[in-house]
């Protein structure tokens, strides 16, 4: 499935622009030269709304913060990205030994810790989220909220296993030396050891960084950084430092896999009962950090299974932690184009998204900035529907 959905990048790039016309501003996507489905030298308008003085400072910073990560990203993927790729391709060759790989430093603690589960060849999906909603650290994020961002109101790691693949491990200690924010387990990266990524993403939070709040998420879900925290900071307010919270895409009375040729098979040995206790999806659930020591108590009681997210919700079960159902974490979305009609989603169509799955690469960019103008010009959904870009789409079908 995620091959599918990567060969579906390759033919969709395109570059964005931020255009002033006249008295209203324009966002413009226009088809990468090399796009098969180009038809010749269109552009298409996007978004259209009044010109405010404060939104045309906004928006002009945002035209050269585009640009500006467009470029970062398309530069790495043709040199680090171009190794990774390469590297891949070479399976086992034994383990390499690593001289010393520094590891995230959690001073001060952040308000929120963000726990992507990542795939060691997956480079260029880490780069797209440290170019974009990962870091604080980021001119547009603060724009956004008008003021500087506190560098450690949240903090973005990477979860990662082991590879049987030495080129690959010699890309990954570069790379956590550089930006340290690997954190690298003792267990072989697999799909099916998902769990262990898991319950080792409970243990090191436990034992070096003990944030109010925690977030997973998986490298290809998009998150709307800005509302998670807000939404978070609410709670904060509201209940005790004693409460705890677990908050998701309820997945209630599941059914384990039972068919032993699935990717997702568990067996009856690895999980006797005919369904899960509810759980939250796992491209994004949020978790208190107050219940850190107690699940990872209950790591040493209750047995791992091959399904990582369901685990968690048995972990929290253990401990007697009941669900939050949130409908703005979107699981399953179809993780096609942001912008088109066919299959795709408008986020107009969403509410208030926090978290977002099957969001890839170069389409975390696009929705981060989507994301960032409606979040500016909330007016932009309505002008939408009214008839301005003629369908309730942000981009003209035609040019697709
Ligand atoms: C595309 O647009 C550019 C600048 O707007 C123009 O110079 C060029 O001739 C156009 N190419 C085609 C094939 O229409
Ligand atoms: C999971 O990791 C353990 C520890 O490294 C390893 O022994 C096991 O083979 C791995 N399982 C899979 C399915 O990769
Ligand atoms: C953790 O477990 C202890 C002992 O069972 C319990 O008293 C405490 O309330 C739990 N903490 C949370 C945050 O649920």
Partial sequence: MRLAFKRKLIILPCLVFLIAVGNVFVLVYQHHEKSPVKKSNQTVTVLIHEKAPSSY???KALRVEIKETFRRYEAKEKTV?????KAAFYKKQGRYRRNSIAFPDCQPTPFLLIEVHTTPQNFMEREAIRLTWGRPQNAINAANVGEQLNPSLWKTVFLIGHTQNKRLDELLEVEA????????????????????????????????????????????????????IKLLKKYDRMYSRNTPLYMGAALLA???????E???YVSEKDYPRPTYPP???????????????????????VKLFPNEDACFGALMQHNGVSLLNNDRFIPFSTGKAVYRKEGGYSLCRFHSPLVIHR??????????FNVLVLRHV???????????????????????
């Avoid at 990205?81 to 790729?85: D, I, L, S």
């Avoid at 954190?183 to 799909?191: H, L, P, Q, R, W």
């Avoid at 909330?378 to 697709?400: A, R, Y």
Wanted: charged share 25%; glycine share 8%; proline share 2%.
């Fill in 57 to 59: 400072n906004f928006l």
């Fill in 81 to 85: 990205g171009k190794n990774y790729q």
């Fill in 177 to 228: 030396n550089h930006h340290k924010d690997l954190v690298f387990g003792n267990f072989i990266d697999s799909y099916r050891n998902l769990s262990r990524k898991m319950a080792f993403g409970v243990e090191w939070a436990s034992k070096h960084c003990q944030a109010r709040y925690i977030l997973k998420a998986d490298e290809d879900s998009f998150v709307n950084i800005l509302e998670v």
């Fill in 254 to 260: 599941k059914e384990p896999y039972r068919d032993k």
């Fill in 262 to 264: 699935s990717k997702f």
């Fill in 279 to 301: 759980y939250a999806a796992g491209a994004g659930y949020v978790f208190s950090g107050n219940l850190l020591r107690n699940l990872s108590t209950a790591l040493k009681v």
């Fill in 359 to 368: 969001v890839s690469g170069i389409l975390q960019i696009q929705t981060h």
């Fill in 378 to 400: 909330p007016t932009i959904c309505q002008h939408i529907k009214h008839g301005i870009g003629e369908d309730d789409n942000f981009v003209d079908d035609e040019i697709w």
